[in-house]
């Protein structure tokens, strides 16, 4: 592997999941510094596992954060993280029940890091308890809850950033200003990839006892009751539709973001998927582990490809974006960006740009953004407000829908819905266990 292969697909994540390394306590401990009680912002933390911890953490390196709440169906979780915080005097209330939490007046922000199956209900009840909202992607895990969010984040007046937090890093807004630039000439064809090598087989595993400590009723929520199993819990719950979308709700969120910006697109006019478990095919995920979805957008295409079994991707990168247009092709991912010129014989079309690479934590900058625009009470300020974070939403779960139907699928933007009567079933969740759809 050569310096500049290697450069290209350095892991700015853990791979397997995409989560950033949360901040230990003896490290906040030396950035905090005192505030009035007048400038405190009292956060509650709803999902403290994986990247709801790394949210946390981020954000208390504002001195002026507090986490005053914690919510989780997990004991053990709740329990170690409120010792995590008392090291740094933060003495947060536990809950198991997130609408309890809610009902604390004192709380200020929530965090919303549930599985996807529950974005929709907890942000649409915090922004009715007059709570701003910093939530987790995927936005929703359905079309019909996304626009249901951002009807409710109009409706109630607040403040809401989706975790896309690449859309605060440096070196995505700068590629992004050059494709706005119009140096690569007309761009028709886009493509964004996630080949995520390494990955081994879920193992099929019976069904158990619920584990000691967890309340997996509430875990459950508006999803289908079903026996507790341990490969639908935690992590590995994105492999299975009634709780997330796979890869591509999982990585295709973030990178499809940055085609729909340096696009300025909407939603597409058609979508067509292939794919299958063809990888681990007797494993126990749902999600299909080799994907292609192709999107008309009416001016341009895009392409999504997805495969579980080997990290080398296209143009030698293991995720990535390219935008290519007449002059030239724009590569970008989470380490950096280049520009590869075109040729006409042996004259380039336009001027390469070497590979500028990641220079600042993402996270970090959108914590800070999503902060100052609660202070500020600018929506316009935040770099990922909840449009656009449904906008991505949306075309993601278009790509697993054209895959779950097996047909090329249209969208009536005008009617709202599918031209396809199959398609336009996977539009709305059926929510069960007597929770209710929230209604604007």
Known sequence: MNRRFFLHNTALTVIGSGLVAAVPMEVLATIRKRVSPSEVIRVGLIGCKGQGWSNITSMLK?????????????QTILQGRKSDL??????????????????????????????DHWHCLQMTDAVAAGKD????????????????????????????????????????KDAIAFVHSGKLGKVSSTKAW???????PLPVVPNEPVPTGVDY????????????????FHYEFRWFWDYAGGLMTDWGVHLIDMILMGMKADVPKSVTALGGK???????????????????????????????????????????????????????????????????????????????????????????????????RKKETLNCPIEAGARVAINSHMGNIAYRTGETIFWDAGGNKFLQSKADDLVKPDYHNGWKMPKM
């Open 133 to 172: 909202v910093f939530v987790e992607k995927p936005a929703a895990n359905s079309i019909y809850e996304a626009q249901l969010m951002v009807a409710a984040a109009g409706r109630y007046n607040k403040i809401v950033q989706v975790a896309q937090w690449q859309r605060s890093q440096q070196h995505f």
């Open 217 to 232: 009723n509430m875990w459950l929520g508006p999803a289908e009751k079903r026996p507790f199993n341990k490969n639908r």
């Open 62 to 74: 504002i001195s002026e954060v507090q986490c005053v709440a914690l919510c989780d169906i997990d």
């Open 278 to 376: 063809y990888v681990f095919p007797t494993d126990a995920r749902q999600t299909p582990d080799v994907m292609t979805a192709l999107y008309d957008y009416g001016d341009f295409q895009m392409s999504w490809e997805q495969n579980l079994a080997t990290g080398v991707g296209l143009y030698g990168m293991q995720h990535g974006i390219a935008f290519i247009g007449e002059n030239g092709t724009m590569l970008l991912n989470r380490s950096g960006w280049e520009v590869r010129p075109d040729k006409v014989k042996d004259s380039p079309k336009m001027e390469a740009v070497a590979w500028q690479a990641q220079s600042d934590r993402g996270l970090d900058k959108h914590t800070v953004n999503f902060i100052e625009a609660v202070k500020s």
């Open 194 to 200: 996630m080949y995520r090598g390494g990955t081994t």
């Open 86 to 115: 008392q090291k740094i005097n933060n003495n947060p209330t536990l809950y198991t029940d997130y609408r309890k939490l809610l009902e604390n007046k004192d709380i200020d922000v929530v965090i919303v890091a549930t599985p």
